[in-house]
């Protein structure tokens, strides 16, 4: 064989293997353990580069593993070279203008960069040789190191998809989440002011909403105000001390539900201590706050949990029941007893005990049906451990039922009135994927891989919502079938909903040609099509109740419903098409899960933007008339 195909490119694969090494740590430790970039808006041009890097990557890896690249393709892989290099000093500029490097990362990235160009010095002489063979790939037989970097290129290419994917989401994420979910302020003779902790949270962000439509003001306690403002936009005032609350404000109700999340780490003696403290500093903060406003608040409802019962077996636990002995027992037992400090100040004091909060949306559901998708629903230890759930929308209304009902003071447990076993949860939720289950994790393993965390997942709750039956709560959900059927059927809210209104920035020459062709399909349907067909501009003032600016307007399509939900985007389009029967097909290709991100990446980052450019609400397109003129003429 030719010496130009078998070259010593041992020194090349070594120098390849520190770059591997020490870009994973980087990813994981960097971009992905301290900085979480896929989560964060401002990282979305950093992740472009980061991707289009580890495809070079890939393809790199790949090809020298297996192959020679004869006559073109050496200066092909040369080129692929020169534009990681161009890519890596890009990125250190953007970087530098989106982010605070830690100092480790930049002396890591300083030896990446060095070690880059060591490795493409020792790959030139390589190169020049294969330009002289002929054009193509010629086989070559590195032995285990063709294996190796196979192995390096797949998985490259894996976090290159992978980095893909979170700049889609980043992309549609770049729209404020109150535009893009859009909710109206409502209409109250008597509205009522809010203060809300852990507005931002999973039950938070819903409550908030549901306050808002209910024509109320909310104050938001956050951390990041910058969170705050994209998820409510105008609708929410937030606050991210408690001080900056002047003791003259009328704060009528107020709702605890802070506290670090349980997911995103170890379950340190640390990390415990934090989980403790987030909730009662907090809580103590709000008791602080209520002793010094001139108007006390009605009604303090702070968040514990069912943890404060501890293990029960099968016995059935009623708010009477006493506390447990375990670690989440304490904590529970210390929140709720902070939160009654606040009843010498003539504040009546509902202690709510959250069971598992089921929605879709996020959560724990959330992750057990992203798990149970891929084979992933697994029975923990024996799997009789009960477990009480309940779900957000109804613990949302429950909360405004026990700030409305003053009988409601002390404990109220926050749960459905049909708990049921973990592992009858599991295959409950498998069955409605159509999934199997096959995976069970003895109580041992648990135990001995989380410590007392284990005990979350293990203890049995059965839980029984007592006082809301003996005050005639109504649960919309009162089984786990129809919870699961609200979660995971989308059609649910909307098969009987009747008309919906499409609404079009019909200024936009694109626009108004497929509002036609929507008008036109449904004059041929043979069946009565629960749509209609309008402008955006008719309905300019309805709108604005979402808190949308005319200039917001016209960025996007809306879909209407009739309970006064409205829809925006690509899921507006869908709604569109499922309503009319020859467009059903689009919507079951675009509601493919990769094709929909893909569709909503593509409407928010160019098809939107561009539209608005040239063809916003109030812009008359060149050459053309306003409709409205057409009309009068």
């Known amino acids: 064989m030719s010496p130009l195909l078998t070259p010593d490119l041992t020194l090349v694969f070594v120098l390849l293997c520190v770059q ?131 192995l390096a290129g797949v998985g490259v290419l894996a976090w290159a998809v992978r980095d893909s994917i979170a700049v889609l989401q980043l992309t549609v994420r770049a729209v404020p989440e109150w535009q893009r979910r859009p909710f109206a302020r409502g209409t109250n003779a008597h509205p009522r002011t809010w203060l809300v902790t852990g507005g931002t949270g999973f039950v938070g962000d819903a409550l908030v909403r549901h306050l808002v439509g209910f024509g109320d003001q909310v104050i938001v306690l956050t951390r990041d105000l910058a969170r705050a403002a994209d998820r ?98 304490r ?73 409305e009902h003053g009988e409601m003071g002390g404990a109220v447990n926050a749960v459905a009135p049909e708990p049921v076993t973990q592992r009858a949860f599991t295959r409950a939720l498998a069955a409605r994927l159509h999934r199997p289950v096959l995976l069970r994790v003895p109580a041992v393993v648990l135990r001995g891989g989380l410590g007392g965390l284990s005990e979350l997942f293990l203890a049995s709750q059965r839980v029984i919502p007592a006082r809301l039956q003996r005050h005639a ?37 694109v626009c108004s040609i ?30 604005a109740r979402y808190g949308f600016t005319t200039r917001e307007l016209s960025k996007r399509l809306y879909v209407l419903e009739p309970d006064g939900e409205l829809v925006g985007g690509i899921d507006a389009m869908l709604r569109i098409w499922r309503r009319i029967p020859a467009y059903r097909w689009r919507a079951r290709i675009v509601g493919l899960p990769g094709v929909h991100l893909l569709a909503m990446a593509l409407y928010e980052g160019i098809v939107a933007p561009a539209i608005d450019a040239r063809f916003g609400v109030g812009r008359t397109p060149r050459g053309s008339k306003r409709r409205s003129d057409l009309a009068a003429g």
């Not at 990362?105 to 060591?118: M, Q, S, W």
């Not at 493409?120 to 010629?138: E, N, S």
């Not at 062709?517 to 009565?528: K, L, M, N, V």
């Open 514 to 543: 497929e509002a036609k062709a929507c008008r036109r399909q449904i004059g041929r349907a043979s069946e009565p099509v629960a749509l209609d067909i309008a402008h955006l501009e008719d309905h300019a003032e309805l709108i």
């Open 331 to 403: 904590i529970c037992r210390d929140w709720e007893a902070e939160a009654l400090k606040a009843e010498p100040f003539g504040v009546r004091v509902v202690r709510l005990r959250l069971g598992l909060v089921l929605d879709r949306d996020g959560g724990i559901l959330g992750q057990l049906i992203r798990a149970t998708r891929m084979g992933g629903g697994t029975i923990l230890g024996n799997g009789r451990q009960w477990q009480s759930w309940i779900a957000r929308a109804d613990l949302v209304r429950l909360i405004r039922f026990c700030a």
């Open 232 to 329: 409510f936009g105008p609708h929410a005032e937030a606050v991210t001390d408690l001080d900056a609350i002047p003791a003259g404000h009328h704060i009528h109700r107020i709702v605890n539900l802070a506290g670090e999340p349980l997911a995103g780490g170890l379950w340190t003696a640390a990390r415990r201590q934090r989980f403790h403290d987030s909730r009662i500093g907090t809580t103590r903060a709000l008791v602080a706050l209520i002793g010094r406003l001139e108007h006390r608040p009605e009604v303090l409802i702070s968040a514990s949990a069912i943890g404060y019962y501890g293990d029960a077996g099968d016995r059935e636990l009623v708010e009477e029941a006493p506390a447990g002995d375990d670690l989440a027992a």
């Open 473 to 509: 709560f109504d649960f919309r959900a009162p089984t786990l079938e129809k919870a699961l059927q609200r979660c995971l059927d989308p059609k649910v809210a909307h098969r009987d909903a009747g008309h919906a209104v499409a609404l079009f920035n019909e200024s936009c020459p």
């Open 20 to 150: 591997v090494a020490l870009g994973a740590l980087d990813n994981f430790w960097h971009h992905e353990l301290t900085e979480h970039l896929p989560s964060k808006p401002s990282a979305r041009h950093e992740l472009k580069l980061h991707a289009a890097r580890q495809y070079i990557y890939g393809v790199i890896f790949l090809g020298l593993g297996w192959y020679a690249w004869g006559g073109v393709l050496a200066w092909v892989l040369a080129g692929l070279l020169l534009a990681e290099l161009v890519i890596t000093m890009a990125d250190f500029v953007v970087e530098d203008r989106t982010r605070r490097l830690p100092a480790f990362e930049r002396i890591l990235h300083t030896i990446l960069a060095i070690n880059v160009g060591a490795f493409m010095l020792a790959l030139w002489p390589v190169i020049v040789d294969w330009a002289a063979l002929p054009d193509g790939l010629h086989a070559i037989d590195h032995g285990a190191w063709a294996w190796f970097w196979t």
